[in-house]
Every structure is written in structure tokens, then in C-alpha cells.
T-cell receptor
Framework: AQSVTQPDIHITVSEGASLELRCNYSYGATPYLFWYVQSPGQGLQLLLKYFSGDTLVQGIKGFEAEFKRSQSSFNLRKPSVHWSDAAEYFCAVGTYNTDKLIFGTGTRLQVFP | GAGVSQSPSNKVTEKGKDVELRCDPISGHTALYWYRQSLGQGLEFLIYFQGNSAPDKSGLPSDRFSAERTGGSVSTLTIQRTQQEDSAVYLC??????????????FGPGTRLTVL
């Protein structure tokens, strides 16, 4: 069965520091991969997605993620974090033969000034 | 353009009562999904509608849960005889096409359900 692991429940960084949020998936074939962000009281906003092609994906708000098949990972990165990036981040996986997304448990990002 | 909308934004109900949650997808989106976000369970898939096909109900937790989609647009999720463990945020998403065709799901703001 497919699964998604986000090992870090809570991360704290200083504003301006770089950020990497980890995501590992379990699936036998090439998955479809997504990162969503959820601000307090808000729905999920899509940051970026990977279906195929270039394994380095650019998203909104200066985020990027890299699909590494050998490591079954799809880590989210940002070179310089802004205070407004404080939110909860969810990695999700889907496949070509199912239509539902499987979500990780989320990583809560806190940004200190 | 307009995104996915859900109503009500908050719903408080008493144990044993029935509730209906509504989702208006993005215009033209043929695929519609319901997910549930609860403490300790994370985000879990409930049900999926695609066009005129039979819905995928594989994620519904019990027969107290049902959903319909009228006219290929608006969807209603109904929970009968609510229990305290039903308390959660119910999220609706829509996409132009199914995931198998690399469709991207766009989420609404959710309905927070509290069962007393």
C-alpha cells in the first residue's frame, strides 16, 4: 500500500534561513507527488507538483522540490524563509491508477524573526 | 476565478443528529473529492466523483456517511447519527480531470464539524 512519511512534526527556523522539509513515500511505481501548504484556518494551497519529466520542480512562493527515485524522496526547499511561510506543510502522493491522494501527517513550520 | 467553496464554514451539532455539508467545485471541474482532517488521523480520503461514473466510496468510514453529486456540480456529504469521533474538518477538492490524467486537486476552505 502507498504511504507517505514526513519525519519532522515541527520545525523552527529563523527568518532568512534556508529550509528543507522531508518527505518519503512508499510505492512500487513512479508516483505523482505534491506539496500543499495550510495556513491557520485556511484550506490547502498547492505549492508544487511532480508528474513526470524534470525531477527538480519549481513552485509558488519561491519553493522548489526534487524527486529522487533512488531515495523515494520529494523534499521541499526554500533558500530564504519569510515570516509569512509559517504554516503546516503536507506532502501527498497519488498514482496513475487511483484517484485519491495519500497525505503525510504534516510538518508545522515556525519562523522566528 | 472562483475557487472551491464549502458551507457552512462551521457546524456544531449534538450527538445523534444528522448533518449535511455542501461543496461547490470550481466551474467545469469534472472530478470532486471529499477528505477528512482530524487530530490523530491526519488527512484521509473519503469519496471521489468523476463525471457520470460510479463514485469511489472506498474511504467512507461507516454506512452513516454518504455523499451525492447533483448535476455533475454541487456535492453534499451527509453524516447520519453523528458521533463525537466524527468531529473534524471536512475538506472538498475538485480537479479538471482525474489524477490518472494528471489532474491537480484544488481544495476548499473546509467545514469544521464539532459533535457535542
Amino acid at each position: 500500500a502507498q504511504s507517505v512519511t514526513q519525519p519532522d512534526i515541527h520545525i523552527t527556523v529563523s527568518e532568512g534561513a534556508s529550509l528543507e522539509l522531508r518527505c518519503n513515500y512508499s510505492y512500487g511505481a513512479t508516483p505523482y507527488l505534491f506539496w500543499y501548504v495550510q495556513s491557520p484556518g485556511q484550506g490547502l494551497q498547492l505549492l508544487l507538483k511532480y508528474f513526470s519529466g524534470d525531477t527538480l520542480v519549481q513552485g509558488i512562493k519561491g519553493f522548489e522540490a526534487e524527486f529522487k527515485r533512488s531515495q523515494s524522496s520529494f523534499n521541499l526547499r526554500k533558500p530564504s524563509v519569510h515570516w509569512s511561510d509559517a504554516a503546516e506543510y503536507f506532502c501527498a502522493v497519488g498514482t496513475y491508477n487511483t484517484d485519491k491522494l495519500i497525505f503525510g501527517t504534516g510538518t508545522r513550520l515556525q519562523v522566528f524573526p | 476565478g472562483a475557487g472551491v467553496s464549502q458551507s457552512p464554514s462551521n457546524k456544531v451539532t449534538e450527538k445523534g443528529k444528522d448533518v449535511e455539508l455542501r461543496c461547490d467545485p470550481i466551474s467545469g471541474h469534472t472530478a470532486l473529492y471529499w477528505y477528512r482532517q482530524s487530530l490523530g488521523q491526519g488527512l484521509e480520503f473519503l469519496i471521489y466523483f468523476q463525471g457520470n461514473s460510479a463514485p469511489d466510496k472506498s474511504g467512507l468510514p461507516s454506512d452513516r456517511f454518504s455523499a451525492e453529486r447533483t448535476g455533475g456540480s454541487v456535492s453534499t456529504l451527509t453524516i447520519q447519527r453523528t458521533q463525537q469521533e466524527d468531529s473534524a474538518v471536512y475538506l472538498c477538492a475538485s480537479s479538471l480531470k482525474g489524477l490518472a490524467e494528471t489532474g491537480t486537486q484544488y481544495f476548499g476552505p473546509g467545514t469544521r464539524l464539532t459533535v457535542l
